[in-house]
T-cell receptor, first 111, second 109 residues
Framework: DTAVSQTPKYLVTQMGNDKSIKCEQN?????MYWYKQDSKKFLKIMFS???????INETVPNRFSPKSPDKAHLNLHINSLELGDSAVYFC??????????FGPGTRLTVL | GIQVEQSPPDLILQEGANSTLRCNFS?????LQWFHQNPWGQLINLFY???GTKQNGRLSATTVATERYSLLYISSSQTTDSGVYFCAARLGSWGKLQFGAGTQVVVTP
């Protein structure tokens, strides 16, 4: 049973398009996150939700909009994709501020 | 915000060797985690260790919070230990987890 899953695993799209990445966790955790990993492997938090409430919102362009329909899901919608959005996006979850468990990542390539 | 620095940036090991990775952080933390990113990109949590020492098989970690550093020990390294090791630290209860730049480890047979 996969603990934190993301779809799709790969996403190739044209500049200007809108795309979504979905994340689900079956660990019963109350907190979920989105991270961006750039080409140099640097990991940076984008958003965090606790019990469906947004608690961390880093300086991310407002083209990125997270949505948490329930505690087990956190989706990421990106409008008007740009070349610089190409990266690997990781979803993670934790119980409160304990150990974070990461999904397999979504490699986004914007052409 | 908190600064997290890891050293060395790169490490090449012969299989069977031992090594120590270091993580320095700029402020008092209440959350320190170590992760391993394997060559296929999967991020696996290794330790949640805001203070003290923990062991898990051939890996162990020590955090000395008062001196603002954490160490990850790899003993009898194996090729499957290759990948990037990240430490991450949090300031305060609900602050963001700040990741270091990682240590790229290559274990050769």
């Amino acid at each position: 049973d996969t603990a934190v899953s993301q779809t799709p695993k790969y996403l190739v799209t044209q500049m200007g398009n809108d795309k979504s990445i979905k994340c689900e966790q079956n660990l019963g955790h109350d907190t979920m996150y989105w991270y961006k990993q750039d080409s140099k492997k640097f990991l940076k938090i984008m958003f965090s939700y606790n019990n469906k409430e947004l608690i961390i919102n880093e300086t991310v362009p407002n083209r990125f909009s997270p949505k948490s329909p329930d505690k087990a899901h956190l989706n990421l919608h990106i409008n008007s994709l740009e070349l610089g959005d190409s990266a690997v996006y990781f979803c993670a979850s934790s119980q409160s501020t304990d150990t974070q468990y990461f999904g397999p990542g979504t490699r986004l390539t914007v052409l | 915000g908190i600064q997290v620095e890891q050293s060395p940036p790169d490490l090449i090991l012969q299989e069977g060797a031992n090594s120590t990775l270091r993580c320095n952080f700029s402020d008092s933390v209440n959350n320190l985690q170590w992760f391993h990113q394997n060559p296929w990109g999967q991020l696996i949590n290794l330790f949640y260790i805001p203070s003290g020492t923990k062991q898990n098989g051939r890996l162990s970690a020590t955090t000395v919070a008062t001196e603002r550093y954490s160490l990850l020990y790899i003993s009898s390294s194996q090729t499957t230990d290759s990948g990037v090791y990240f430490c991450a630290a949090r300031l305060g209860s609900w602050g963001k987890l700040q990741f270091g730049a990682g240590t790229q480890v290559v274990v050769t047979p």
